[in-house]
């Protein structure tokens, strides 16, 4: 059986057509931007042909794209240089626990300079209360970082309820839509969002650059200086074979999303349905119906998540347990931990992350192998399973299942 790939969250592979549009920039239109003859100029031309391609994904104006070397740089531009920015006037953070490391990181670190920062809580479906945002908004606010849809659950956030609220307040809000960015449709404008941060490799473009959505007089400071590229706020020779792959990537999701993608709405049901139906003890992790097209995430009461990602990978499956950082990073996933998990369930889960490439064929295989491979690896950790403890009573939710 051909390798199937199910850890589209995790990055996507460059699509042929970015890689086409990519080669002449690493052959011979190596040109620096920055220059003024021909070869430069033209460089020149390609990027600002990339950022309206980009902008045009998320309904925003060119001037407005600051480009990074992916996600997690944008979050951390738009956290510490809006933080920097504004620390004399409040230092006051709002968040969720169930964000991206590349947001909490850079909001621990404030928290350590300083900062005070509201983790907010979310529901048993990962869901943030946006009622509670506004509640948690003091005089000394000066950020509010919400994530559009997250990595390891799926679950969509009310993200245009957030950014009316905020508006309302004015209040500066950052949305990290790298996950929802090629997969759902974004708007700046829908979202009401001052920045907004995507990554090229989770939407067929290569890895190492994104950008910051920087809506137009929204004050932050560079976090790399140098030679006054991208306005001042981002220092560096652009990598310009990746801004113009990104670009193409760009454009190739916007054709992707005139359609709602059914194609992975069905697979992914599919499989959450399967799943459900042939394995007992088995939870949905994240909202059944606001999550992302092709994500699909489970918690299997008594599995050990990294002897069945093993298991799969022998079986030619990659998969991932939660996130694709945790592999570097053991432990139970924060996010399932913040919807309320046991360690123990928290460490039980299946993220099968849907692509264009997937099809029904290799759901069909999924859906068959997957059942003994549960049931093997209860079978070895019932034999050590302290008597009469039940791993499923563990779930916190309603999705409980007989
Ligand atoms: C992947 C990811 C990031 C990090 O993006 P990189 O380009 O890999 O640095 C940030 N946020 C979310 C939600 C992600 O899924």
């Keep these: 059986m051909k390798e199937i790939y199910f850890d589209h969250s995790a990055t996507t592979p460059v699509d042929p057509s970015v890689f086409e549009t990519m080669l002449p920039y690493l052959r011979d239109r190596y040109g620096n931007p920055s220059s003024s003859y021909r070869l430069g100029k033209e460089a020149r031309q390609a990027m600002e042909n990339a950022r309206e391609q980009v902008a045009a994904l998320i309904g925003a104006s060119p001037d407005e794209i600051i480009f990074t070397s992916g996600g997690t740089e944008a979050n951390n531009l738009a956290i510490l240089g809006t933080a920097y920015r504004h620390w004399g006037k409040g230092r006051h953070i709002i968040t969720s626990a169930i964000e991206h490391r590349a947001v909490l990181e850079p909001c621990k670190f404030l928290k350590s300079q300083g900062f005070d920062v509201t ?95 920087l809506r137009k007089g929204t004050e932050i ?76 995430s489970f918690s299997f009461a008594g599995v050990d998540g990294q002897a069945l990602i093993s298991m799969l990978d022998e079986k030619g499956i990659s998969a991932s347990s939660g996130s694709a950082c945790h592999s570097d990073s053991p432990g139970p996933s924060h996010v399932l931990k913040a919807m309320g998990y046991s360690d123990q369930l928290a460490q039980s889960t299946l993220r099968v992350t849907l692509g264009r490439d997937n099809d029904d064929r290799q759901v069909d295989y999924l859906l068959t192998i997957l059942p003994d491979i549960i049931e093997a690896l209860r079978d070895i950790s019932m034999a050590f399973a302290p008597e009469g403890e039940c791993p499923c009573e563990d779930h916190p939710s309603r999705y409980h299942q007989e």
């Excluded at 209360?129 to 969509?156: F, K, Q, W």
């Excluded at 310009?240 to 709602?260: H, K, M, S, T």
């Excluded at 399967?274 to 999550?291: A, C, K």
Aim: aromatic content about 6%; some cysteine; charged content about 25%.
């Design 221 to 296: 400071v560079p976090l790399i200086t140098g030679g006054g590229q991208e306005k001042d706020l981002r220092g560096g020779t652009e990598n310009l074979p990746g801004i113009v792959g990104f670009g193409r990537a760009a454009e190739l999701a916007r054709q992707f999303l005139d359609r709602i993608p059914w194609e992975l709405v069905l697979l992914r049901d599919r499989i959450i349905d399967g799943i459900s139906e042939r394995i007992p003890n088995s939870f949905l992790n994240g909202h059944r119906f606001r999550r992302l097209p092709g994500h699909a």
């Design 119 to 213: 983790f907010l809580p979310v529901d048993e479906s990962g869901m943030v209360d946006s009622g509670e945002v506004g509640r948690a908004i003091r005089p000394d606010t000066i950020l509010v970082s919400i994530m559009h849809a997250n990595n390891e659950i799926g679950t969509i956030q009310p993200v245009e309820e957030i950014g009316k609220i905020l508006r309302e307040r004015g209040i500066v809000f950052h949305c990290d839509a790298v996950q929802a960015a090629g997969r759902i449709p974004v708007d700046v404008e829908k979202l009401g969002c001052d920045m907004l941060s995507i990554s090229a490799h989770k939407l067929y473009g290569p890895k190492g650059v994104g950008c910051l959505y």
